[in-house]
Nanobody
């Protein structure tokens, strides 16, 4: 059974940093693209970043380019999201997700496993 468990969320002031982690189990982690999405209250879930199985390809939403960085450690079955220069508009629940293949998609419809999310709150 595939399990994805996010951690690292919290409350931070604007301009601060957080690093989210997503621990995966129950599948061949190193075979799949992994992604991060977020959902703010009253808004649709939106793409944040994704990383290919090898880490050789990454993709970012325009809103986080230059501030966020996605990485993975296949030996630890973990994917990370380093978030710097955080803004109040980054406040959301952040979800880790796994695709069914090796592309690096931004649509949530291409991801078939999801974690439960971790709350990130950025105060102004």
């Amino acid at each position: 059974q595939v399990q994805l468990v996010e951690s690292g969320g919290g409350l931070v002031q604007a301009g601060g940093s957080l690093r989210l982690s997503c621990a995966a189990s129950g599948h061949s982690f190193s075979s799949y693209t992994m992604g991060w999405f977020r959902q703010a209250p009253g808004k649709e879930r939106e793409f944040v970043a994704a990383i290919s199985w090898s880490g050789g390809r990454t993709s970012y939403a325009d809103s986080v380019k230059g501030r966020f960085s996605i990485s993975r450690d296949n030996a630890k079955n973990t994917v990370y999201l380093q978030m710097n220069s955080l803004k109040p508009e980054d406040t959301a629940v952040y979800y880790c997700a796994r695709t069914w293949g090796t592309d690096v998609p931004s649509s949530p419809t291409h991801y078939n496993y999801w974690g439960r999310g971790t709350q990130v709150t950025v105060s102004s």
